[in-house]
């Protein structure tokens, strides 16, 4: 087994009532550096939810309080910034884990040079509407492809992408996750564990009809555009795609460039 350690971010925005569940499935897992519980100014108990855990496990788990709601990306973002270990993982406050997770995180980041692994998902209560579909399988995929709740990065890579786009059109219409997964294509190996049945390695995806996910299904199965994306959203969607991978071409070449101390004179 690696000793390898990985950080979880779990932000929390109105996720009293599930958050117990996400903290407890990441408290099990074998290679758990901390948890880093971020309340995103919620109105609700998430708050007394996590500082009652943090109280019950003062050496695993930090919480942090945002008094106004800044959105999922810089939620995110902030706790991989207060990360200690070199690979963060993201979970979503109304999922889980299942029991070796973030061990084959581990496994994977100790033996291959990738930047991003990702878990299989589960789904659970989805609604035989979408289930049924006879595409669907190739809907969940592009999910797993495309979400955060499933990820782990090496954080340093992360960082050097630029993390989730906070820009507000993702505020008004999510897709950072799908934004950034984008662009770790273009500039990483990302390995997919989504094969390895019979292994509990993945997330659990508890479905519900608020689901973000809703959107993505209908646009893929059944050709809705629920949520009204025009044009220039797209552009201004796939130009922060871009961004990233511009961030890590330019680090790229700066890496390879001639080492050592170059003097230059102004004139």
Not at 157 to 185: M, R, V
Request: hydrophobic share 40%; glycine share 6%.
């Amino acid at each position: 087994m690696s000793n390898l350690k990985i950080d979880v971010i779990i932000p929390c925005h109105n996720t009293a009532h599930t958050l117990v569940r996400a903290v407890e499935s990441v408290l099990i897992q074998r290679n758990l550096g901390k948890i880093y519980l971020i309340d995103d100014g919620s109105c609700d108990d998430t708050w007394q939810v996590m500082t009652f855990l943090q109280n019950q496990y003062p050496q695993q788990i930090c919480t942090e309080k945002f008094t106004q709601n800044k959105g999922v990306a810089m939620t995110r973002n902030f706790g991989a910034m207060l990360a200690k270990s070199d690979y963060v993982a993201f979970l979503d406050a109304d999922d889980s884990y299942q029991p070796q997770a973030l061990e084959a995180c581990a496994m994977v980041f100790g033996h291959f040079d990738v930047g991003l692994v990702r878990l299989p998902m589960t789904p659970i209560d989805l609604s035989e509407h979408f289930a049924n579909h006879p595409n669907f399988a190739t809907a969940w995929r592009v999910f797993e492809m495309s979400g955060a709740g499933n990820t782990a990065f090496y954080r340093p890579y992360f960082l050097a992408l630029g993390g989730f786009d906070d820009d507000e059109l993702f505020k008004k219409f999510g897709g950072e996750d799908g934004a950034l997964g984008l662009a770790t294509i273009d500039t990483t190996s990302v390995a997919t564990l989504f094969e390895n049945y019979g292994f509990a390695i993945g997330v659990n995806y508890y479905c519900h009809d608020n689901m973000h996910t809703r959107h993505l299904f209908d646009a893929i199965l059944f050709g809705k555009n629920t949520r009204h994306v025009l044009p220039d959203d797209m552009a201004k969607a796939n130009q922060s795609t871009q961004n990233a991978i511009d961030r890590i071409q330019k680090l790229q070449q700066i890496l390879s460039a001639k080492k050592g101390k170059m003097p230059i004179v102004l004139s």
